[in-house]
Structure formats: structure tokens, C-alpha cells
């Protein structure tokens, strides 16, 4: 797993996403998806470079089923922002650096 995205599940979601206390952005992945493939070292890079505004974590849908049917996650990757624990932001699919970048702004 990344340094600096790591993986939330159904049991521990709650208490490090919810009850953050500064903007989380959750990954919603899994292992056979492609794009999720391809996003994934961008988030790597925002969560390292952007450490002390948000936090970015994983969820792998398939392993943790009740957050993703929780967040009506039909398509992956998403990207929820959550902050003081609702969602803020979503984001479906694979983008560019640049363009997450621009839809996360508010964030960073």
C-alpha cells in the first residue's frame, strides 16, 4: 500500500474519515480496475505534496462493501471529499494531474 494514501475499510471508516479533523478525500477503488490503477500515484503525489490540508485515503470497494453501497458508489474510481463528515465533492473517474488538481482546489 502507498505512504501516504492508506486504506480505510467498512470498520474503520467512521473514525478516520467522519470524524477527521481536516478535509479527507476517499479513494473508491479496486484491484481489477484500470483507471483506479492510473489515479492512483496522482493521489499519492497530492496526499504527499498537500499533507498538512487534506488527508487521502483507499477504500476498496470489493473488500468493503458496506461503506461503498453507504455512499451509492456505482462507479469506480470515485472520489468523495469529505469534510466534518459529508461529503463535500465527488469526483468519477480517472483525470489528469491538472484536473484533479483544479477540482480539489478548494481543498488544497
Not at 474510481?77 to 484536473?99: D, H, Q, S, Y
Amino acid at each position: 500500500m502507498a505512504a501516504h494514501t492508506p486504506a480505510v475499510t467498512d470498520t474503520t471508516f467512521d473514525e478516520e474519515v467522519l470524524r477527521a479533523d481536516r478535509p479527507v478525500i476517499v479513494d473508491f477503488w479496486a484491484e481489477w480496475c484500470g483507471p483506479c490503477r492510473q489515479v492512483a500515484p496522482i493521489l499519492e503525489e497530492i496526499a504527499e505534496q498537500h499533507a498538512e490540508k487534506v488527508r487521502v485515503v483507499k477504500l476498496n470497494v470489493d473488500e468493503n462493501p458496506q461503506v461503498a453501497a453507504r455512499y451509492r458508489i456505482t462507479s469506480i474510481p470515485t472520489m468523495n471529499v469529505f469534510v466534518g463528515g459529508e461529503v463535500a465533492k465527488t469526483i468519477i473517474g480517472a483525470k489528469p494531474k491538472a484536473l484533479l488538481l483544479r477540482d480539489l482546489a478548494d481543498f488544497l
